[in-house]
């Protein structure tokens, strides 16, 4: 029998993806009409395969030999290159795209489950795929024939990287006030000048070329967001035969030093600074990606997909922490359970400790549903992408949007929290380098400010997905977990009893919300928008663990015994803590507005 991996556990994965959200139905429609579960479990294998063999052995060594500054150019540990070019082997950066584009046409959630298996196993080394695909995907969204055909195709075959380019140093993510500019040009491009900070990938020698999406402002154009355009700045600039050409005006000036992810490049890069002069005139080469002044826009498709990547990052990275603290506490033995009364007895395995348990299945809730969460959203991607019927595509968009600002932050806080619980069930060895989750805290710790802060999440939720449409997006929401209700409601027993207990929460969550909603001081509205976003995640975890307690049914194996337990958990231990958050939204509370400045 082959030993469980350490990484992910592909029995809840295959529960996820066939008992709960039946993908294998997915094959009847035109789009996936090729697949089969045989396919996607195909897929599935491979990618855990590489996974462990090409991206784990490096995980610790890339981050302790993190990329260096040397001559102007960034030097990488040796096997992140080999194991991205593995990745790309199995078509996975393009596997969502469509055929014709050089895809396969891969269900997203099934694209979604192979990724997890990579960010599991090396998220810093995973980074530069994701990001690469997102870019692509943007394109292929936004972008014209021309710069699908030169910049999409050798991004999908793991030739070109890709980046997203929006911060700088005296904006963060203020947006409305970057300062970079885009000149036009008589022969239909744009010569970029700024400085970008925090890039991502922003500079390495992993492949031919780095394709980089930059907001930038054109002269002239609407103050704030509403003058920001976007533009594809490569790396190097490419001939009309495909070939590359000569180094665009793209300069590295620095690196900047995370506490994780520490494999993958974070870049400041200069654009214009005149360090290279494409065609003898100074400034970065850019290109128009749709029409002036809508970049923010097209770049939300970009950010949007990697929002919610990142909380599936937050998930495998929480749910490889997990897998290894319950295997430390299934042989580590210490102590003796209190009803012992002889000291001479053979110590006990952690795992027999309540405490132990009890935080082991903290975590569990935590990751499984965070797990289930982020495939829910990319069930979603794919039911939208194939829905014939216009009313029902509005509805799964207005849900898709609901769910995006949760499905990044939740997983980012509470598998974080995971892994704190893995590090404390280690005990004093968890904070030491020799055991994997001190890394994996580490790099989960970025999560909840990647592609946007908690409060960032919290204020777009609040303030703008839940009130689309005069409450419209609130109202998607609250009937697929009230649907959840009903179901379980009539299945019965334990069933009911915890539907029951749902209901009330998702009946103070409108409450709250619709209360929240109609004040009109945007101040008071959204001073306490993140507690807002916990509250209303945790109710919608609750909804996905009354989701699994149903898939499970009655069955007596490990697996779905483990699921129903998990589920009590999270109705016992979690679901409680939202009643006080509502309390303090329904009051209004002025707490935070009312503190002088003066007074910390």
């Not at 992910?8 to 094959?27: A, C, H, M, Q, V």
């Not at 999409?152 to 904006?171: D, I, K, N, W």
């Not at 409305?176 to 500079?203: C, L, Q, V």
């Amino acid at each position: 029998m082959a030993t469980p991996s350490l990484l992910l556990s592909r029995p809840d994965l295959d529960f996820l993806l066939y008992d709960w959200l039946d993908i294998g139905s997915l094959t009847t429609r035109a789009r996936f009409a090729e697949h089969s579960r045989e396919t996607f479990d195909a897929v599935l294998d491979v990618c855990a395969e590489i996974a462990g063999e090409r991206f784990a052995p490096h995980n610790k060594r890339s981050d302790a030999e993190e990329p260096r500054f040397v001559d102007g150019r960034v030097e990488l540990h040796p096997e992140i290159a080999p194991a991205l070019q593995a990745l790309a082997g199995t078509g996975l950066l393009g596997a969502t795209a469509d055929e014709s584009a050089g895809g396969m046409a891969l269900p997203h959630v099934v694209h979604a489950a192979c990724s997890a298996w990579f960010a599991a196993a090396n998220i810093s080394t995973f980074a530069y795929a994701m990001l690469t695909t997102a870019n692509a995907n943007l394109l292929l969204a936004h972008g014209s024939e021309e710069q699908v055909r030169r910049w999409v195709q050798p991004m999908l075959e793991g030739r070109y990287h890709g980046t997203m380019c929006l911060s700088e140093t005296q904006a963060g993510s203020s947006l409305a006030d970057i300062t970079t500019r885009a000149e036009p040009r008589d022969d239909g491009t744009f010569r970029i000048t700024g400085t970008k900070m925090w890039i991502s990938g922003g500079d390495h020698g992993l492949g031919e070329n780095i394709v980089h999406l930059v907001l930038a402002k054109i002269p002239g154009g609407p103050p704030g967001v509403k003058g920001i355009s976007l533009f594809v700045v490569p790396k190097y600039l490419v001939d009309d035969d495909g070939s590359r050409g000569e180094r665009n005006d793209v300069v590295l000036a620095g690196l900047n030093h995370k506490m994780g992810y520490r494999g993958t490049t974070n870049t400041v890069l200069n654009f214009g600074e005149g360090a290279h002069t494409p065609g003898g005139e100074p400034g970065a080469v850019g290109y128009l990606v749709g029409a002036p002044h809508t970049g923010l826009a097209q770049m939300f498709h970009m950010m949007n997909e990697a929002r919610v990547g990142v909380g599936a990052g937050a998930v495998a990275l929480g749910y490889t922490g997990y897998l290894k603290s319950l295997d430390y506490a299934r042989t580590r033995t210490q102590g003796r359970p209190p009803s012992s009364k002889d000291p001479a007895a053979a110590p006990s395995a952690l795992i027999d400790h309540a405490d132990i348990r009890r935080m082991l299945l903290a975590q569990k809730s935590y990751v499984e549903g965070g797990l289930a969460l982020v495939l829910y959203c990319g069930r979603l991607v794919d039911d939208l992408r194939t829905a014939t019927d216009g009313e029902e595509r509005d509805r799964l968009a207005l849900l898709l949007d609901v769910l995006t600002p949760i499905a990044k932050s939740w997983p980012s806080q509470w598998c974080l929290h995971a892994n704190d619980l893995a590090i404390q069930i280690h005990g004093g060895y968890g904070y030491t380098r020799e055991y994997d989750v001190e890394q994996h805290y580490r790099d989960n710790r970025l999560n909840p400010i990647h592609e946007g802060t908690h409060g960032i999440q919290a204020i777009d939720l609040l303030g703008r997905k839940t009130a689309l449409r005069d409450g419209a997006g609130l109202r998607a929401l609250e009937s697929v977990l009230r649907r959840g209700v009903d179901t379980a409601r009539r299945r019965g027993g334990e069933a009911a009893d915890l539907a029951e207990r749902l209901e009330q929460a998702v009946g103070r969550l409108v409450e709250v919300t619709t209360l929240v909603h109609a004040e009109p001081d945007p101040d008071v509205r959204l001073a306490n928008a993140s507690v807002h976003l916990e509250a209303t995640g945790h109710v919608v975890v609750a909804w996905i663990w009354l989701e699994q307690f149903l898939a499970a049914g009655d069955a007596g194996d490990a697996l779905r015994a483990g699921k129903r337990q998990a589920a009590r958990y999270f109705f016992g231990y979690e679901l409680p803590r939202v009643y006080p958050q509502f309390d303090l939204l329904a009051r209004l509370d002025r707490t935070t507005l009312e503190t002088d400045p003066a007074w910390f």
